[in-house]
């Protein structure tokens, strides 16, 4: 598969304006799709002034003006599906709600063109019951890409395949991610169970830590300092949650 240089995001919230950033920082050139005008311009905003985005960067010593501004320059914002068509790679980022997502990807499909390789940022839906929105065809080329939030920081894409996606679908995602710097793990499609392989292994630690808190055997400061100290964890499951849910300092 050619590589992949145009990209759509469909949904420019929390996750799609991060993802889009991403991506254009990383050198790829991005159109991000939401419903009106005021929201793709929060979705810009989000991109220049949020607390993960461009200015702030600048401001961190973590990129230079003149990389914000072209990462900027890559980077367009519409209401019209249509601007899409000519991506290489469309990524869906709207609510997660499976109808909704359903829906987007019937309509994509008649506008997209039939190399166009199609992926969701669900957090956990089967792939192999978000596809069957799409033709047959399609569906060889219809993956899960699941980012981490805030997605220009963290490292992380799970790609997720289901079992009519091609081999070589996924081999174009891990090209693209390897080149704007992140690192990717293959993870079968697996209905019925929620979270693929990382939220599944927070979610059983942090449900695991709230039993220990309620038994009364710790504090939640201690149950954080034993999984900082006894593991070498970043911060513990409590602090965890705080983070994932507030952001990260
Ligand atoms: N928030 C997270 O930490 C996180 C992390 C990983 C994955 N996800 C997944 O990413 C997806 C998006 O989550 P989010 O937190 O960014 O949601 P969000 O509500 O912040 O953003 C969703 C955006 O989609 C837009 N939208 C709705 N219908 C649309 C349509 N038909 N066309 C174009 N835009 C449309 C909305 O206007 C909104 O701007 C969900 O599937 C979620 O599970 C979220």
Avoid at 134 to 147: A, L, P, T
Avoid at 186 to 213: H, M, S, T
Avoid at 241 to 247: F, L, N, P, S
């Amino acid at each position: 598969m050619p590589e992949i240089t145009s990209i759509g995001v469909i949904g420019g919230g929390v996750m799609g304006s991060g993802i889009a950033q991403a991506l254009a920082v990383g050198g790829a050139r991005v159109t991000v799709r939401d419903l009106n005008e005021a929201l793709i311009e929060k979705s810009r905003s989000t991109v220049v002034d949020g607390r993960y985005g461009l200015k702030r960067g600048v401001e961190r010593g973590k990129t230079t003006q003149k990389d914000a501004d072209a990462s900027l320059a890559r980077l367009s914002f519409t209401t019209s599906l249509g601007d899409l068509k000519d991506a290489d790679l469309i990524i869906e980022a709207v609510p997660e709600d499976l109808e909704l997502k359903k829906k987007v990807f019937g309509e994509l499909d008649t506008v997209a063109g039939p190399e166009t390789i199609f992926a969701t940022n669900t957090s956990g839906l089967a792939i192999s019951d978000i596809n069957k929105a799409v033709s047959e065809e399609r569906r060889k080329r219809f993956i899960g890409m699941h980012w981490f939030s805030p997605a220009p920081v963290m490292k992380l894409v799970e790609l997720v395949y289901a079992p009519e996606t091609a081999d070589e679908a996924i081999a174009a995602l891990e090209s693209l991610c390897q080149r704007v710097g992140k690192a990717t793990v293959r993870v079968k499609d697996a209905p019925g169970r929620y979270g693929f392989i990382a939220n599944r292994i927070y979610f059983a630690a942090v449900r695991e830590a709230q039993k220990v808190l309620e038994e009364g055997i710790a504090t939640p400061e201690d149950i954080n300092k034993a999984m900082v100290f006894g593991f070498n964890w970043p911060v513990g499951p409590l602090a965890m949650v705080e983070g994932a849910t507030k952001g990260w300092q």
